[in-house]
């Protein structure tokens, strides 16, 4: 397996960041909220969910009030997280919690109800594996819902930081990981057994004073790069001023501060059952297509016959 990510250090990472991450998780706070719609919106009960990289518990609390509300739709929240310093908060609501890897994960197969992820596995080296083992740990029509940061996220960061070090260096190292897109996150699903496979994207702007307050708040999440083959020096102090520069002259907005993008994919779909929709063998439909259309039916090449 390619190691894309080095996950040892995603996990000291998101350890340093546990203290005050409550000062940078709006971008969670944010789509743990929208998750949390989702699950509502489903007419189903899930006595038993997990919750897939729960950072500090943000989605258990954005279920807290339909939980609250209707106890039989969602009965046991099981929190796991890379981090242990993360799980640690998460801990409590009513909710078990548990260091665990997504990419290695502790559940029984056919045991969940429900597996939610809020931007977490953008951040798993083999994607299609740990779908693949979601799916198996769902019960036959148990849901998977997800939130995956995109291939557009910070793409203005991204190409301010190229310029600026080719600029400056001579050349340019990847600084930023790069995330899949729609069409990849869809058909990621199906390769990994899933039926009836959705996936949406939503764009969140965010605006900063300068571009230093947005390097401070990915660090404050532990969203920074933790790319395996990563440049072995760190940014220059030139290349970063020139980078801040760039950004600042092409993404500033009338109120003086620049925006920042993060796109968003949404990704449903259920693990396999007999009782779901299954489509129709090719010539097995009981109702002809021009009988439908209210035309007369005719060979491939014959004209209509005049009326």
């Known amino acids: 397996m390619i190691q894309l990510f080095d996950r040892a250090l995603l996990r000291r990472r998101r350890d340093r960041a546990a203290g005050k991450l409550a000062d940078h998780d ?3 706070e944010e789509v743990a909220a929208r998750l949390a719609e989702r699950v509502a919106e489903v007419r189903r009960d899930f006595p038993l969910a997990a919750d897939l990289g729960c950072h500090h518990g943000c989605l258990a609390r954005a279920l807290a009030p339909l939980r609250a509300r209707a106890p039989q739709k969602l009965g046991t ?4 997280d890379l981090s242990p310093a993360q799980a ?3 801990a409590g609501e009513g909710t078990a919690t ?10 029984a197969a056919g045991s969940l109800d429900l597996a ?3 931007l977490s596995l953008h951040w798993v080296n083999d994607l299609p594996g740990c779908l693949i083992q979601i799916r198996q740990a769902l019960k036959p029509d148990g849901l998977f819902l997800a939130a995956l940061l995109g291939g557009a996220t910070l793409w203005e960061l991204r190409q301010a930081l190229l310029q600026a070090e080719s600029e400056i260096e001579g050349g340019a190292g990847p600084r930023i990981s790069p995330f899949a897109d729609l069409q990849d996150a869809a058909g990621l699903l199906q390769r990994a057994g899933f039926a009836l496979p959705v996936a949406a994207r939503d764009r969140i702007e965010v605006t900063y004073p300068d571009v230093f307050r947005l390097l401070a708040d990915l660090r404050g999440m532990g969203e920074a790069s933790v790319l395996a083959d990563r440049s072995p020096r760190p940014l220059s102090r030139r290349s970063l ?19 920042a993008s993060f796109e968003v994919l949404y990704l449903t779909a ?11 063998r090719p010539g097995s439909a009981k109702t002809r297509l021009a009988e439908a259309l209210g035309e007369e039916e005719r060979k491939a090449g014959e004209k209509a016959k005049p009326r």
């Open 26 to 28: 709006f971008l969670f």
């Open 116 to 118: 939610v992820s809020s």
């Open 98 to 107: 548990l260091v665990a890897d997504e990419e290695f994960l502790p559940f």
């Open 241 to 259: 001023l020139r980078a801040a520069e760039l950004y600042q002259a092409a993404q500033t907005r009338p109120d003086g501060k620049i925006a």
């Open 270 to 280: 259920w693990a396999p059952a007999a009782s779901q929709p299954q489509a129709l």
């Open 88 to 90: 640690r908060l998460a």
């Open 77 to 80: 929240l099981v929190q796991s």
